[in-house]
């Protein structure tokens, strides 16, 4: 059923366990990036039935990669986690495809946190001498200002240990995460024609008002993106009630649990408060981040890990306001994106907004942000790691 790979000493195998939506993004450069310094690279995950997410990213793998499917039946089709036995027989099939020295690239190896003390000494003794590499995504327990921490130290030793029968090298999105001789960083990625228009003509192009002020929240509005302490703001802030040019847009749905904050907006605005809950291009959201004056990002603390939306919102010039906690806040001051706030407090919130919509947004920071984040400089990078530690 599998054919051996005629891999050579250059290949780059990625194994990725959880091959759902919320991945292919990160992943797909990263293959890229391997194409373009190897002679091939090749994508290990579980086959699923149909996925039209999948589908998308298999139509676009760069040409220089190939997708080694691995068959495995009765992978839930929307359950994080896959079975012992799953990982077991895709293990097997890597040593089956795995010629020569190839290098294998561990992708979120967090979501499969419990199978991995054993599935690094198969790998180990499955792959021989080849270099190994993980790239995880979320990296909170390696954040040097949380030692007290209790859960994050053991998971922090318990990838420790895991790194060290791999000999592997780490691999991170986060630029908080320090470098060393065993870790390196590469790029967020960001995807999209965000940028590409100024807010006058994004207005003109949406048949909205020149001189309106306009409050975006983009995305799902479920119970970690805090759409409740953005309408408390919104309803409660003086300044905001009283400004007669605010105007509201909602692009995404919103959890339902959130009905009653929803028609209070509704009622206090009427038609200064609008929501998108059909589909929409990403060129016409484009022209939504260009055209607005600000955009919230109220996360929960649950929410520490990175944003689509802020990258973005500094892509397009638009200034945010977003809470201070996590990599969300970190990034809005060192890059000084905009203004965070202490979350949940709703009148710092409703200040802040206040505060961006009065004022003058320096975008050339964010610009040269979202610069060196773009998918190209992500591939790049990466390429770079995986020629160094391969060699």
């Known amino acids: 059923m599998h054919k051996r790979l005629d891999t050579g000493e250059s290949t780059v195998i990625f194994f990725e366990a959880n091959p759902f939506a919320s ?11 391997a194409s373009e310094t190897c002679a091939h690279a090749s994508v290990l995950m579980p086959r699923r039935e149909s996925g039209p997410d999948l589908e998308d990213f298999v ?72 270099s190994l590499a993980m790239v995880r995504y979320r990296v909170a327990d390696l954040h040097p200002g949380r030692p007290g921490n209790l859960r994050a130290a053991v998971k ?15 691999i991170v999105l986060d630029e ?32 909205w008002s020149q001189s309106a002020k306009v409050v975006a929240l983009v995305g799902r509005q479920d ?6 302490v953005a309408a408390k703001a919104l309803l409660s802030e ?3 009630f009283n400004l007669s040019e605010l105007s509201i847009v909602v692009v995404g749905a919103i959890d339902e649990q959130f009905k009653a904050w929803n028609e ?35 996360y929960h603390t649950q929410f520490t890990s990175s944003s689509g939306v802020l990258v973005r919102a500094a892509a397009s010039g638009t200034p945010v306001v977003a809470s201070d906690h996590g990599l969300v806040g970190w990034r809005v001051r060192a890059y000084h994106l905009g203004r965070t706030f202490p979350y949940p407090d709703a009148v710092s919130l409703g200040k802040a907004i206040l505060e961006v919509l009065q004022s003058e947004h320096d975008e050339s920071e964010g610009l040269r942000y979202a610069e060196r984040s773009t998918e190209e400089a992500t591939s790049r990078a990466f390429a770079a790691i995986i020629d160094r530690i391969h060699r």
């Open 23 to 33: 991945r292919l993004h990160v992943l797909q450069p990263l293959v890229a990036g």
């Open 59 to 130: 139509q676009n793998v760069p040409s220089g990669a190939r997708i080694q499917w691995v068959d495995v039946s009765r992978i839930p089709r929307l359950h994080a986690k896959v079975s012992t036995r799953t990982l077991l027989r895709m293990l097997v099939a890597l040593r089956r495809i795995a010629g020569g020295k190839p290098t294998i690239v561990l992708t979120s190896p967090d979501d499969y946190v419990p199978h991995l003390w054993w599935i690094a000494i198969a790998l180990r003794v499955l792959t021989g001498r080849s």
């Open 156 to 170: 922090r030793g318990y990838f420790k240990l895991v790194q060290g029968i791999l000999r592997a090298h780490l």
């Open 176 to 207: 908080r995460i320090p470098t060393g001789p065993r870790i390196d960083r590469i790029p967020d990625p960001w995807v999209g024609p965000f940028g590409g228009t100024n807010r006058e003509e994004s207005r003109t192009r949406l048949g």
């Open 223 to 228: 119970d970690r993106k805090g759409f409740d």
């Open 238 to 240: 003086p300044g905001l």
């Open 264 to 298: 209070s907006l509704i009622r206090q605005f009427g038609e200064r408060y609008s929501q998108v809950t059909e589909f929409i291009s990403d060129e016409e959201l484009a022209l939504v981040f260009s055209a607005s004056n600000v955009v919230l990002l109220p």
